[in-house]
């Protein structure tokens, strides 16, 4: 566990607990709380205590392109730090955006709502701005239950797939504000009271897809029980977030302080014309995306994230957006947009400071008082024309960038007691905001920064945005069987015509909202396969089993749509790394037919799936039928219909060459029968200890590759799409079904042959260049050089000991290698060069020692630093 203070021009107390399960307690208010520390700048840095808090767990969403943490006491991100995939064991940051880019845009985001109950004003956070005040908790752990979080997923090759999961990846956890032991809910310094709580349960899903149209969002679903006896009255809701943008290598004031908040209302759509999209996303951003001076480089942040509302129980509500900087070290510097007094609306001022609300009556002000905030780069205009406060003393300097808050909120509602509530939000993430590396520099003027502003690309934020809202409720699917199926337009050219009434039926405009009734659901690739990699000098054999694959029905078409399977190679985990090496589609056609089209005029629409080349041979009565002869120009008449057909893919669907993607049991030419209780033995191969026919068992071997390094190598599946709904074919995502293997002896050989063990590279030398060559440091661009450098050991046994010694025969490092089950890595190992002391090793002859259940072996090796 990590706790410390961040210091950017103003200071964080934040805790981290590892990832996984961690047990904290809190005892005591703040001064008798945290051991005292101090910076080198003699700025207070606190210890957080560890004891006996109740379990506060933190879990992960790594599926899509938005890595998450999510943790089961209303708050969502991990103070700005890093911690381990509880799957995966790799580090996951608190956001990282694109995908294992180590950009990360979000330092801790919380559930906030507030409500009358009786004559008080309540509010209940995850946490605020302080870091002090945690009130919701999660309840006890019953049984022999280890975790709160529940995992779901509609992926069958999950081991969490379950027929009522939403998602490729479901988390599902509860919490509550019924605690108010002062040992772990802090006093309210500034209401001057214990913590009272609401006497609410929460039960939150989060929801994630790898799907190329629906990986770049997050779905919350918020269930709110008012599990008390006093009805809940005026009740708002918020998503607080604390968002701070930068490359963990610039994890610094540096990177902290120069973010940009604000809200888009609206983006035009997509299909052009006169249609406008409603957004409303609240976001944080880079202010000019970090550029490498005058280029862009791994570590530029140029995208943006965001929060959105999806779905609230009633359309007229009240919505506010504020955002604000706080000063820890002098109120006075505080601030936040303000509208002017009035006589309906007189000025409140939070205790000391001007933007940061303290305590539960200022939170519950700003969730309820429908004030939409200038975004951050406006704060240096004159905005008292329009009603607002004027700007502050350090405008200018806010206006650049800073580090801000902000607070999306809505309401009200009531709730009685015994009922709930439903919420959904989204966290979106957009690429692309920056373009230009130089715009901020070129363009940005704080008292006119409508020109910097225009240059900011938002197109991908309001495309995720929508999607996140269409995920949620299905434009054009009639849900609840009552005949409607949402909101249909046309986008006219013309901006003076008027979209057609919703009733009219799908033509050349699209359905843009849905029925109103939840769907958390999207059309998706059929399930990739599980991969099993053959290791050899140079070489390695990649088969799968694809029989789920093939076979597993697409949840909208409810029919199979399997298309073809593709295969990956990357020399590292980083999706944009991948490299295309096999390809393979089955045979088939689009047949496109010659019609009136919406609007009057004839042409050309695709409205069905693609037909197989037999299938169009018995449809034609042809046994050697031709799509490919028939084209617009000279299309296929029959019955006085024409049509013409193309290629589904590329019909790349020979699979008898062995140097692309092929059949291992090719004399198996007939499919099983679908009853797998009429499959015999001789029908089945096992993958993974799973029987599975051998028919469906295919192979690619990647050869004359280094031995040295590792691979990572991935198999993708992907479907012919949907002409009818509108979308393309989609394709599983490489990162998620990676395989990391070295093109080494296999660990079975290496135990069969009693082949020894060897050590590379030997001698090791510092000045040997490994890290450029990329023979270190691709798992792991941003340590420091002394924890990238590796000795390699190879033609290791499954299970065994590795000692290494200096030459005197003091022990310098232990490693334990065990992989009892074997697979593609279980014959390697590796070594840092640092001793068991965490020292960096020095030059000399050391000895190694490796030990297993049949022999020890002893050999030597030369370190030059």
Known sequence: MQNFYKSKGRQKVIFLAAFLIISINLQGHTDDLYPRKKWDDGKTKYQLNASNRPFVEYTAHNRGNIQLAIANNGTFGTYGQDAADPFTGERIQSLAYPKNSDIVFLWVGAFWIGAIVGRDTLVSTGTEDFYENQEFWPGELYGNKTTHFVYKSVDINSRFYSEDANSEEDIICEYYDTLTDPSYVNYDQFDQRPHIPLNIKVTQKTMSWSYDYADDFI????????????????????????????????????????????????????????????????????????????????????????????????????????????????????????????????????????????????????????????????????????????????????????DARYLLSFGPFNIDPGHNLPISLAVVGGTDLHVNPLD?????????????????????????????????????????????????????????????????????????????????????????????????????????????????????????????????????????????????????????????????????????????LDSL?????????????????????????????????????????????????????????????????????????????????????????????????????FDFGSPIAGLTALETKPVNNYVVAFPLTSSDTVEAENLDVYVYPNPYRIDGGYFNKGFEGRDDLYKIPDRMRRIHFANLPRVCKIYIYSLDGDLIREIDHNYPEGGPTSMHDTWDLITRNTQRIVTGIYYYVVESADRTQIGKFVIIM
């Open 219 to 402: 779905l919350f679903d918020y269930q709110i029980e008012n599990i008390g006896t006093q009805r809940l009255n005026k009740v708002y809701m918020g998503i607080w977030v604390d968002g701070d943008v930068w490359h963990i290598s610039r994890n610094n004031p540096e990177g902290w302080n120069d973010d940009i908040v604000g809200f888009l209302r609206a983006h035009p759509a997509p299909e052009g014309g006169n249609c406008i999209d409603t957004v409303n996303v609240a976001y944080t951003a880079d202010n000019d995306g970090d550029p490498s001076g005058s280029v862009w480089d791994y570590r530029s942040a140029k995208g943006v994230v965001g929060v959105r509302v999806v779905r609230t129980p009633s359309d007229s509500l009240k919505y506010s957006f504020n955002w604000w900087i706080i000063n820890y070290s002098d109120a006075t510097k505080d601030f936040g947009p303000r509208r002017m007094p009035s006589t309906n609306d007189p000025f409140r001022r939070f205790n000391t400071r001007l933007g940061t609300p303290e305590g539960d009556r200022n939170k519950y002000y700003v969730l309820r008082h429908e004030e939409f905030d200038y975004d951050l780069i406006y704060t240096a205009l004159d905005h008292t024309a329009e009603g607002w406060l004027a700007p502050p003393e350090n405008a200018e300097t806010y206006a650049r960038g800073y």
């Open 440 to 612: 901020f520099k070129e363009l940005f003027d704080p008292y006119n920064p409508d020109i910097f502003y225009n240059s900011l690309n938002f197109s991908n934020l309001a495309i995720n945005s929508r999607w996140a809202s269409w995920i949620y409720d299905n434009p054009g699917v009639d849900t609840d069987n009552n005949g409607y199926y949402g909101k249909y337009r046309v986008c006219y050219d013309d901006p003076d015509k008027n979209n057609p009434p919703d009733s009219l039926p799908p033509g050349e405009g699209h359905w843009y909202e849905g029925d109103g009734v939840p769907d958390f659901r999207g059309a998706g690739p059929p399930p990739s396969p599980k991969i099993r990699i053959i290791p050899g000098i140079g070489k390695l054999k990649i088969r799968w089993n694809g029989y789920y694959s093939e076979n597993t029905p697409d949840i909208f078409l409810q029919k199979i749509d399997f298309e073809g399977y593709r295969v990956y190679v990357s020399l590292d985990n980083r999706s944009t790394s991948f490299v295309l090496l096999s390809s393979y589609d089955q045979e088939n056609y689009n047949r496109y037919i010659w019609k009136q089209l919406p609007g009057g005029s004839m042409g050309w629409a695709l409205e069905e799936t693609p037909f197989s």
């Open 617 to 717: 041979k018995i449809i034609y009565n042809d046994p050697a039928f031709d799509p490919g002869i028939y084209t617009p120009g000279k299309p296929l008449e029959i019955n006085d219909t024409l049509f013409y057909f193309e290629p589904q893919d590329y019909n790349s669907s020979d699979l008898s060459d062995l140097k692309g993607i092929h059949k291992v049991y090719p004399e198996i030419i007939v499919p099983p029968p679908s009853d797998s209780s009429l499959w015999t033995e001789e029908d089945l191969t096992y993958d993974y200890g799973q029987p599975l026919p051998k028919y469906y068992e295919y192979e690619y071997i990647l050869d004359n590759i280094l031995p040295t390094i590792p691979y990572y190598v991935a198999v993708t599946t």
